[in-house]
Each structure stands twice: as structure tokens, then as C-alpha cells.
């Protein structure tokens, strides 16, 4: 028997990324799916595949948010499960920060999600219950250089999930998080390239599955979420990562030693001595 049969689930990002993962997942299971987008071209175009339904939602648009319920709830009477993946990356150190590369980022990644959350479970709510995810990063657990408005907003959404689970439970509407390593789609597909495999090398050596992830592990991870098999899963995140997140995100020495060992991995900028450990090796001659 299919998981989600009779079950109407709006995908926000459906039609590409994880977002196009999860689609295909839950049809499979006998969902009704809506996607949601941007883009209501590639929304509706990607949907149809699916004997689905594609709306425009740019979640930074309350407006659009409000007419997103309307539209789903003409044509289906109600929203069963709802699952957000709208977002992007750009990195930027605190020191260099400005408001053009802050603002945008957590309007999209921060805001926006508080967004999803206020259309989708007012409308489960009404509807006597349902489930909502959001997509956080390992990157909001595992520090790294130059994610600070990406991931400082993960972190927060993990929280604002929490905060959901708590003023939705009554109305039986759960609120939970996942939270992927680095797993390839066109939002990432710039650190897959061959120019980046050994960077690709570190990450995969410092995770205990030692395998890169793939979009099926979160369609799964999220298929377990949005379904009655999870009914007492609520203000949780969790990690689809391979155990990475016992280990650390590759750092300088990693990759100056992956660059030594494996050579055949090409050349990557971060495959050198660190200047840091330089600076030590210099001043120790010295003081000798």
C-alpha cells in the first residue's frame, strides 16, 4: 500500500534540487503534488509531469503566500503536508559583510521560512492536522568559514521549528527539520566540478559512510517525515549526513595534507600549508 496515498503535499522548490527528489518520491508513494516556485512556468511545466498542480510562491512574498492556500485549497480542499527547499548559497565573511549579501540571504533563508510556516500549518491546522519540514544544513551544526548568513539562518529555522512544534500541537500539525551534508543539485553543482574533486575527496574521507550523499537520501529522510509513520516525530531536525556530523568539516590542514597524498586530485587552492602554520615554522626558526 502507497504511504501517501490520498494525501495532498505542496513542495516549495519541487521542481528541481531536493525539491524535485521529493516530488517524484511522493508521487511514487500516491500523493497529490504542488509545486511551488518562483518560477511558475517551471512550477506548473514540472508538475504536469506528475499529474500535479504548480503555483508561483516566492516565500519572501506574503502576498504570494496567501494566494498559495487559496488556490490549493480551490482545487483540493485541504493541505496535508507541506515541505519547504526555497533557498540558495553565497558566502561572505563577517568582516566583508554588507546589507546587499546579508539582507537577500536571511529575507529568503530566515523569513521566508517563517512564511511557509505560517500559510502551511494555519492551513493544516484548519484542516485538522498535518506535517511541515523545513530544509536546514549540516552547516548550521558544523561551523564553516564564510556561511555565516546561510547557515546562522539554518540554525535559526532548526529553532523557529521547535518554537512551531509548540504552538501548532494542539492543533496536530508537526513542525520538524532536516538538515543535508553536501549533497550535488544545481544549487551545489559548483563544488562538484572537476576542478573541485579534491575538496569533493576531503569532505567524503571526513564522513563515516565514507560515500558522498545523494537527493534520494533526503527524499527518503523526507518521505519517513511527511507520512503517518512519523505521527510522534514533532520539533525535531534531522541530519542526513552519513554520521559527518561526529567528525568536522575539512580544514586547512586537511586539505594542504589531501593535496600531498593524492596529487592526482589536481591542484585546489586550499591544498597548501596553511599560513598560519607558516607563520609558527618561521617563527620558531627564528627564535632557534
Known amino acids: 500500500m502507497n504511504r501517501l496515498s490520498g494525501k495532498i ?13 521529493c516530488t517524484k518520491r511522493f508521487s511514487e508513494e500516491g500523493a497529490s503534488v504542488v509545486i511551488a516556485g518562483r518560477r511558475a512556468d517551471l512550477a506548473q ?37 507541506a515541505i519547504n527547499f526555497a533557498g540558495y548559497d553565497d558566502t561572505s565573511l563577517i568582516r ?25 500549518c494555519n492551513a493544516m491546522a484548519l484542516g485538522g492536522g498535518g506535517s511541515a519540514v523545513l ?5 548550521a551544526q558544523s561551523p564553516a568559514i564564510g556561511r555565516v548568513g546561510y547557515a546562522g539562518s539554518k540554525a535559526g529555522i532548526e529553532y523557529v521549528a521547535k518554537i512551531a512544534a509548540v504552538e501548532y500541537g494542539d492543533d496536530q500539525v508537526r513542525v520538524n527539520c532536516i538538515a543535508p551534508h553536501v549533497i550535488e543539485t ?24 565514507k560515500r558522498m550523499g545523494h537527493v534520494d537520501d533526503v527524499a527518503n529522510c523526507a518521505l519517513y517525515l511527511v507520512s503517518d509513520e512519523s505521527n510522534y516525530v514533532n520539533g525535531e531536525t534531522i541530519r542526513i549526513d552519513g554520521g559527518a556530523h561526529t567528525q568536522k568539516l575539512p580544514s586547512d590542514w586537511d586539505y594542504a595534507f589531501l593535496g600531498v597524498v593524492r596529487p592526482d586530485l589536481g591542484e585546489h587552492p586550499r591544498a597548501i600549508m596553511p599560513d598560519w602554520y607558516q607563520q609558527e615554522i618561521d617563527q620558531r626558526t627564528e627564535n632557534d
Open 45 to 81: 511545466d514540472v508538475a504536469s509531469q506528475f499529474n500535479g498542480m504548480g503555483v508561483q510562491w516566492d516565500v519572501t512574498d506574503f502576498q504570494q503566500g496567501d494566494n498559495v492556500v487559496s488556490e490549493v485549497m480551490k482545487k483540493y480542499g485541504r493541505i496535508d503536508a
Open 186 to 209: 544545481d544549487m551545489t553543482a559548483e563544488a562538484f566540478t572537476e576542478e573541485n574533486r579534491l575538496a569533493i575527496e576531503a569532505v567524503r574521507l571526513q564522513t563515516p559512510a
Open 96 to 120: 566583508e559583510m554588507t546589507p546587499e549579501h546579508l539582507e537577500p540571504m536571511v529575507n529568503v533563508q530566515f523569513n521566508g521560512a517563517i512564511y511557509f510556516l505560517r500559510f502551511m
Open 135 to 139: 530544509c536546514s544544513s549540516l552547516t
Open 9 to 21: 503535499i505542496v513542495v516549495v522548490g519541487g521542481a528541481t534540487g531536493f525539491g524535485l527528489a
